[in-house]
């Protein structure tokens, strides 16, 4: 539906309807590359039943265990600390998290390798203005 209370409103609208006709026609478009299926169509073939899916979060939420999860933390984890520790006092991010539980859990959990890799990316997008 067009909003034409404004020329503004009018303009978002109609590219917001363009969008949406454009998408639901590639998603329900039959594909040579999924033997004439269409895209919405491949993909309730491979997605679960919402109902089965359904039932099992509520199974695996009822053997989950609770609490605190005694981990082993892995021999990198000094150097994943080192690591986060700058990573936050750089990015100003000290301050959520005072008590540094999430730094000790990242770097009991994730290898060096992966936490410079995390990092590159959170510097990317703060570069760019995305945080």
Partial sequence: MLDDS?????????VHEV???YTSGINHA?????DGKSRAEALRQVCPDPKKDAQLVT????????????ATPLPSAPIARILLDE?????????NDPQGSLRRWLS?????SAIRRALAICEAKHAKGGL
């Fill in 19 to 21: 969008i949406r006709a």
């Fill in 87 to 95: 990573a936050f006092n750089q990015l100003g991010l000290l301050a």
């Fill in 59 to 70: 199974t695996l939420k009822a053997t989950h265990q609770r609490g605190p999860h005694p």
């Fill in 30 to 34: 039959a594909r040579l590359e999924l």
């Fill in 108 to 112: 009991n959990t994730f290898e060096p």
């Fill in 6 to 14: 404004s020329k503004d409103s009018l303009i978002k609208s109609a």
